[in-house]
Every structure is written in C-alpha cells, then in structure tokens.
C-alpha cells in the first residue's frame, strides 16, 4: 500500500498487517410443532497500517529500542510515543558524558527511513537531568541532521567512585577488596557489573573465591572480593552501574617478598619493589 504524506508530499510505502474478526449469531425460532435453529459465522479481515520505529546508537551500533519495548540493559533508555501523536521519543534519564554522539531513528517505512540526531552532553560535571530525542512528524524537523543538548539539572550526577585508586598493591595470596560507591543517584542503580581487563568476571569460574556484596541506599556500595591473589589477577578493574560512568583501578599483585634487616641486597639493571613487611631498615647499596 502506498499513502501520500500531507506534510512533506513524498510518497511511501508503508507496512500492513491483518487482523481477521469472527462473528458467530444463532438464532433459533419455535413455532407450535418445530424449533429451528441457525447459525451464523462472519468472518472479517482489515488491514491495518503498521509503522515501527527504532533508535540506535551509532557509537557502538546498538538498538535501544524498537517501537515501545527496549533493547538494552541500560534502564536509562526508554522509549515513548502516545498513541494520538506522531511524536517518538527517546528518554535517556541521567545523562552522562559518554551518552553524546549520534543517534538514528529509524522508521519501518520500505524503504526504510532514517533521521540523524547528534545529543551534545553540557555541563555534565555539575549534573544533568533528562535527556529526550524525539522524532516528529512534522516537516520543520525533517532535516539530515540537528543538535540537541542535555542540560544542566538541580541535582548532581549519579558518580560511582573505587576507593583507594587509582592504584592499588595486594601481596600475592592475600585478598583483593575493591569497594565501588555510587553517590547522588535518586535510586539506587539497577545493578553494577564488575569487569576485568574490559571482560565481565565471571563469579562461579572454575578460579574460585571470586564474590559480590552488593549494598543498596542513599549511597549504594559494592565490594568485590577476590581470595588468594595471584598475578594473573593483576590489571584493571572497573565497576559499570547501571546509571553512572565506569569507575575504574589498576591493581597490582606483588611477590610476597620479605627482606631481612640484617641483610643487604644489591640491585642493578632494574627497578625492584617489595611488599609491605619490611621490618627495621633497609640499606641500598651502589654497585660500583
């Protein structure tokens, strides 16, 4: 089926899907000697003009949504559209800094149709409120491409924060806790995901003694426990919630090394570095 666009005259072809109805009537007529009873059976399809729309985002080339329903596990995303407007809208709720770039809304039309919105994130350290892309069907907005901004809010930014970073130095066998706050969320973050090395660590491998606590509030708190650390768990660690920027820490395993005070050690041709554990003093002798 083709429809003509009164806004903008450029002719579409556009989906259709059926919806088939059954009507079912029994009448049944009694007279003196005989009943009689008949029935009725009204079958009735209609075609009905069906347009989806979806957005991506093109930094990663991820669909968030497609017409009402959503796409990622990031519930800052949501999509809206009242069914007497022609207006789709994305919601991005807690606008941060990483979520600027292009978005495409993509409308189910054959051939398929697509609109560019580039979203600029301002003042995104003092704290943004929500950010909303809409596509309208009207023909002031039917252009390639047109900036939109977040602006700034009365609250601060959802902030998640590992504490004793950027760095961080564990004796091997000992016990890796990592501790990620996220501060001046209105809610609690839906969840926070931990990451080694960019890959989500995995708490039931065959490694063993890896745990999550995970404390929801005001401020919600997550300690990432790592038992009997080795040096293959050195690297970066990061913590993702739901509604904040990754926070990240590099940390470091060190060789259970103890020096005894009594003796001297030289060093030559590289840096050394040795654990907490140290007693007394530590001479440093220059080779000559």
């Known amino acids: 089926m083709e429809v003509w666009k009164s806004s903008n005259f450029e002719r579409e072809q556009l989906f259709l899907y059926p919806t088939t109805t059954t009507t079912t009537t029994t009448t049944t007529t009694t007279t003196t000697t005989t ?7 009204t079958t009735t399809t209609t075609w009905s003009i069906m347009i989806i729309v979806s957005w991506i985002r093109h930094r990663d080339i991820h669909i968030l949504t497609v017409g009402s329903y959503t796409y990622t596990s990031d519930q800052r995303f949501q999509a809206t559209h009242h069914p007497d407007s022609d207006d789709w809208t994305l919601q991005i709720k807690w606008a941060q800094k990483r979520d600027a770039g292009m978005y495409e809304c993509q409308i189910s039309t054959q051939p398929v149709r697509s609109y560019f919105v580039r979203l600029n994130v301002v003042g995104w350290s003092h704290g943004l409120g929500l950010a909303n892309l809409s596509r309208h069907k009207k023909s ?18 959802p902030t998640a924060t590992i504490l004793g970073g950027p760095d961080l130095h564990v004796d091997k066998s000992s016990t ?4 990620c706050t996220v501060k001046f969320s209105p809610e609690p973050p839906a969840y926070i995901f931990w990451y080694h090395h960019e890959e989500v660590i995995n708490y039931d491998s065959s490694r063993g003694g890896v745990s999550v606590i995970t404390e929801k509030g005001d401020v919600t708190t997550s300690f990432l426990l790592i038992q009997n650390a080795d040096l293959a768990d050195s690297g970066k660690y990061s913590c993702a919630p739901s509604n904040a920027d990754v926070a990240s820490v590099r940390v470091h395993v060190l060789n259970d090394a103890k020096v005894d005070a009594n003796s001297k050690t030289n060093v030559s041709g590289k840096d050394e570095r040795y654990a907490p554990g140290i007693e007394n003093k530590l001479s440093w002798l220059r080779s000559p």
């Open 176 to 179: 890796i806790n990592l501790t």
């Open 35 to 41: 009943t009689t009873t008949t029935t009725t059976t």
């Open 140 to 157: 002031s907005l039917l252009k390639n491409r047109f900036p939109l901004y977040a602006k700034r809010s009365s609250y601060s930014v």
